[in-house]
């Protein structure tokens, strides 16, 4: 660390920390507020309660909310990671022309507006006369979760050594006894990961959402919606803090394990890890 | 996180000198990802072709009307309130990327040339917010630039200001702000990347031959990581265009954007034509944008030289 530290301009490291300050300071704010005593969000503390936690699980609009945002996520991201193997596999196994062209294509959702993305899927399932729902969300969601699904498991495939499954298959394995003991174990930490990843998105994901759902609120337009009751502000951040602490934890799990699969499918074990 | 989507080139199959029958490596490959392709297509091409057409039909009441007009993308063009709003969203995603990536490049290049044995830590302290809801960034912005928000009343507490001050929330000023902090993360990332690609050899060249630390910086280390500034202000670019929650929450009557029209017309106005013309309009024009903007970058690049 003191060699480190004896190249690195003053400047760029206090600028680095300033950095992260920003990037961390606002999202602290929520939990702070969340046990204040005081509606209004503002300095100094009026005092410190759990009193607004406490109310969350006496709200039934906020149960379905969660049972709703649950079942949109885990299908969501069982969904989106099923068609993200394939794809991925694709992408980092094979090669045949087109295969950029594909590749960008099933990105896209990622760098487009989602506004854009969700309005034209509205119309889209209009026409088609399905009834908007929690199902109609679960597509969308699938749509904007496969780019992250691609990106977590091609970081886990890539690099992945195609002798073992030869090795296996040459010592008489079938196709799915390779598959399942050769494959599998390998990949397994990055598909985990990319369900993780997906349910976290799906969880927080407003827009596609608000605009595909009929009746059903997810967690975030229930959110959406109690916004509009200055009083309902504490209520609301309390959620919000517990929404938070959620994608941190299941985020931070994904991170390891896609590191894992990653350092699992480099060629040495670890050497480049 | 990783951008891995296009790194080492696939391992040919070997395999298939065993397996006369097996169908061609490219069939093989072509349809592993034809169910992901095909889903791609039902969900976005389509539904984008869809508004395409939309925007040249008109709406008639209840129903649509299908006979060919290009009126919705005059209203578009020529509607003080629709070219308004075009324009500030440009302005707006145009400064915001701007800033995200002048804010990003020193960190990237931090992480990159000072990280050390904690890249991938600092990597993962820069990711971690940004996984969090959008919305709930965006809600914390107004909780601390309103009126009786955090920053109000801190500077009060320390006796800068007398009374809360208006100037903070409700203004595009607020938007750029939010918006900023919220793709700060996926600005950094490309520019990390392509830091991380630049030879160190070349550097090490620069100053044995009599480059100071500035002008190495500018003449080796900035023109070779230019592409990952180029797409980091596009990643970042395109999609604020588009945003629809951060105006609708800190944005105020003087923040609104293009995408709450485009809300409003398939909602309470309930005009999908127009607003499909609003959304192809402000997609064309962000791409023209984003097309001047590469242009420019790649100058720059070239005068660097």
Redo the contacts between chains.
């Keep these: 660390m003191t060699a480190i530290r004896r190249y690195l301009p003053g400047w760029l490291s206090s600028y680095a920390v300033l950095y992260l300050l920003f990037l961390y300071l606002p999202v602290v704010f929520l939990p702070i507020f969340s046990v204040n005593t005081a509606a209004t969000p503002k300095f100094p503390l009026s005092g410190v309660t759990l009193h607004w936690y406490e109310d969350l699980p006496r709200t039934p609009a906020l149960i379905d909310a969660t049972w709703n945002s649950l079942i949109v996520g885990i299908s969501a991201s069982i969904l989106s990671t099923v068609l993200g193997i394939l794809a991925a596999r694709s992408i980092t196994r094979y090669r045949y022309p087109g295969r950029r062209a594909i590749n960008g294509l099933i990105m896209a959702p990622l760098v487009l507006p989602e506004v854009i993305v969700a309005i034209s899927m509205l119309l889209v399932m209009l026409q088609l006369g399905l009834s908007l729902s929690l199902f109609t969300v679960v597509l969308g969601h699938v749509l904007v979760c496969i780019p992250y699904s691609m990106t977590v498991l091609t970081s886990g495939f890539e690099g992945f050594d195609r002798s073992l499954e030869e090795a296996s298959a040459d010592l008489g394995e079938s196709a799915f006894g390779t598959f399942r003991r050769v494959t599998l174990p390998m990949v397994a930490p990055a598909i985990i990961s990319s369900l993780l990843v997906c349910f976290t998105i799906s969880l927080d994901e407003f827009i596609i959402a608000f605009f595909l759902t009929g009746t059903e609120a997810t967690l975030p337009i229930y959110i959406w919606g109690q916004l509009r009751f200055a009083a309902k502000l504490p209520g609301v951040l309390a959620l919000g803090t517990l929404l938070l602490f959620a994608s941190f934890l299941l985020m931070t799990i994904a991170e390891i394990l896609r590191r894992r699969a990653a350092r699992r499918t480099q060629n040495e074990g670890g050497l480049y890890a | ?15 298939s000198r065993r397996r006369p029958l097996l169908q061609s ?6 349809a ?2 034809s ?3 095909v ?3 039902i ?6 072709l ?2 395409i057409a ?1 925007s040249f039909w008109t709406q008639n009441y209840l129903t649509i009307d299908h006979t060919f007009t290009l009126e919705n993308y005059r209203i578009a063009l020529t509607e003080p309130i629709y070219r308004d709003l075009l324009w500030r969203s440009l302005y707006i995603s145009l400064t915001v990327s701007l800033l995200t990536v002048a ?1 990003a490049y ?2 990237a ?3 990159s040339f ?1 990280g ?2 904690h890249k ?1 830590l ?1 990597l ?6 940004f ?7 965006v ?3 107004k ?2 630039l ?1 009126y ?3 920053l ?3 500077l009060m ?1 320390l006796g800068i200001i007398d009374e809360p001050s208006t100037a903070l929330l409700y203004n595009s000023t607020a938007v750029i702000i939010t918006l900023t ?1 919220a793709w ?2 996926f600005a950094i990332l490309p520019i990390f990347v392509s830091v991380e690609k630049v030879d160190r050899t070349l550097v090490e060249a620069a100053t044995d031959l009599g480059d100071g630390p500035l002008r190495s910086f500018l003449r080796v280390t900035l023109p070779l990581s230019a592409p990952g500034v180029i797409s980091a202000a ?2 970042v670019m ?8 951060t105006p609708k ?1 800190v944005g105020g009557k003087d923040g609104v954007m293009i ?1 709450n029209a ?2 409003a017309q ?1 909602g309470k106005a309930s005009n ?1 034509p127009l ?2 013309a609003l ?1 192809v309009t ?2 064309i024009i962000v791409s023209l944008m984003a097309g001047g903007t590469v242009l420019v970058f790649r100058a720059l690049q070239r005068l660097a030289r």
């Design positions: 996180m990783t951008v891995a989507a296009e790194g080492s080139p696939p391992l040919r199959m070997a395999g490596e490219a069939i093989q490959g072509f592993l990802i169910p992901t392709f889903y791609a297509l969900l976005l091409v389509l539904p984008i869809v508004v939309h804010l020193p960190i290049y931090f992480i000072h050390g044995r991938s600092w993962f302290l820069i990711t971690i917010p996984w969090t809801s959008y919305l709930l960034r809600m914390s912005w909780v601390i309103g009786n928000g955090v109000n009343s801190g507490g902090h700060a993360t596009l990643i395109i999609p604020t265009v588009g945003d629809y929650v929450l995408a485009i809300q398939f999908w607003g499909a959304s402000a997609m």
